[in-house]
């Protein structure tokens, strides 16, 4: 008995409105955010310009990652070619010992390759994907998300969540077909 009891007070409700279109969407994130809302998301089929400043949402560290590791990698195929040039020597044509200009191509294209990858796992790491399960793939509603949907939600997990009052300030604010889903 004390099992479910515990599986009932983990399990995540999360409260779905759904708004006419990109403005209304936009308007309120920003109303959600002036009121204090943390662990609420928007979603709409294409991506919204704006939407990260009105959600307050702060600017992304993939692209300070991407550039760590890509010049980590640059400097690491850098010292690579120097070595390389010292321990298999090779004396053609009356060139330097190191000749830089000729390791240019393989150091670009290694800082490239591993930038382009670090941006590709970096994301799926940051946005947590994949996820192949959320509370959110129980709504019918929801559904329309990736055809013609644009959906506030607010999870259990938010500080000032409290169910009555989440659904009257989405309602309030030009949300239709306010749910709750459980998951």
């Known amino acids: 008995m004390s099992a479910s009891k515990e599986k009932q007070t983990d399990e995540v409700a999360i409260v779905l409105a759904e708004f006419d279109g990109p403005a209304t969407l936009i308007e309120a994130a920003k109303k959600m ?3 204090g809302y943390k662990a609420f998301d928007c979603h709409s089929p294409f991506p919204v310009h704006g ?13 300070k990652i991407c550039f760590v590791i890509a010049m980590s990698a640059v400097l690491g195929m ?10 298999y020597k090779l004396v053609i044509s009356g060139k330097p010992l190191f000749s830089y200009v000729a390791y240019v191509p393989p150091v670009y294209a290694v800082g490239i390759l591993t930038c382009a990858l670090t941006a590709v796992v970096g994301m799926m790491v940051l946005n947590g994907l994949p996820q192949p399960y959320h509370p959110l793939f129980n709504s019918d509603n929801f559904a329309r998300v990736t055809q013609d949907g644009f959906f506030v939600s607010v999870e259990s997990t938010d500080p000032q969540y409290d169910e ?7 309602a309030s604010l030009g949300g239709t077909n306010v749910e709750v889903v459980k998951g």
């Open 33 to 35: 955010r002036d009121a």
């Open 51 to 63: 939407m990260d400043q009105a959600m307050g949402l702060a600017r992304s560290p993939l692209a």
């Open 78 to 87: 850098a010292y690579f070619t120097y070595w390389l040039s010292f321990d």
């Open 164 to 170: 009555a009052k989440v659904k009257s300030l989405l």
